[in-house]
């Protein structure tokens, strides 16, 4: 088993690993909107979206593997009024890998943060 590390304060505080990597797996936490180097959140959940996956894929990387590998997403987002700004997002990341998907409208643990993305990748 490897653990996967961003650096986040919160994985340390929280006591979680950004990714665990377990034989042909990789399971990611749920990824919000931060850009981890500067630690800002954008105000729209597009741009959120963007950054969760410029995150997953950078941990997917480091792990070895690839955004194809994806099999499983769920998103939780904060209110169903913003799915139609976020849609072309999700879009761009995932229309031609399309893995199986849940959405959940839920609260999140910081005001700012309007979605989280959690992927499972797998490559055998």
Same mark, same amino acid.
């Given at each position: 088993?490897?653990?996967?590390? $961003?650096?986040?304060? *919160?994985?340390?505080?929280?006591?979680?690993?950004?990714?665990? &990597?377990?034989?042909?797996?990789? *399971?990611?936490?749920?990824? $919000?909107?931060?850009?981890?180097?500067?630690?800002?959140?954008?105000?729209?959940i597009?741009?959120?979206?963007?950054?969760?996956?410029?995150?997953?894929?950078? &941990?997917?990387?480091?792990?070895? *593997?690839?955004?194809?590998?994806i &099999?499983?997403?769920?998103?939780?987002? $904060?209110?169903?009024?913003?799915?139609?700004?976020?849609?072309?997002?999700?879009?761009?990341?995932?229309?031609?890998i399309?893995?199986?998907?849940?959405m &959940?409208?839920?609260?999140?643990?910081?005001?700012?943060?309007?979605?989280?993305?959690?992927?499972?990748?797998?490559?055998?």
């Amino acid at each position: 088993m490897k653990r996967i590390s $961003t650096g986040s304060p *919160f994985e340390a505080k929280m006591g979680y690993s950004r990714a665990i &990597v377990k034989g042909d797996w990789c *399971f990611v936490s749920g990824v $919000t909107g931060y850009d981890y180097k500067t630690m800002i959140m954008p105000d729209g959940i597009a741009d959120q979206a963007r950054n969760c996956f410029a995150t997953i894929r950078g &941990v997917l990387a480091e792990a070895g *593997f690839a955004m194809e590998d994806i &099999v499983r997403v769920q998103y939780t987002v $904060t209110d169903a009024a913003l799915v139609d700004e976020l849609i072309p997002a999700l879009g761009a990341a995932f229309a031609e890998i399309r893995p199986a998907a849940t959405m &959940v409208i839920a609260g999140l643990i910081k005001p700012e943060m309007k979605i989280e993305i959690e992927v499972t990748a797998f490559k055998g």
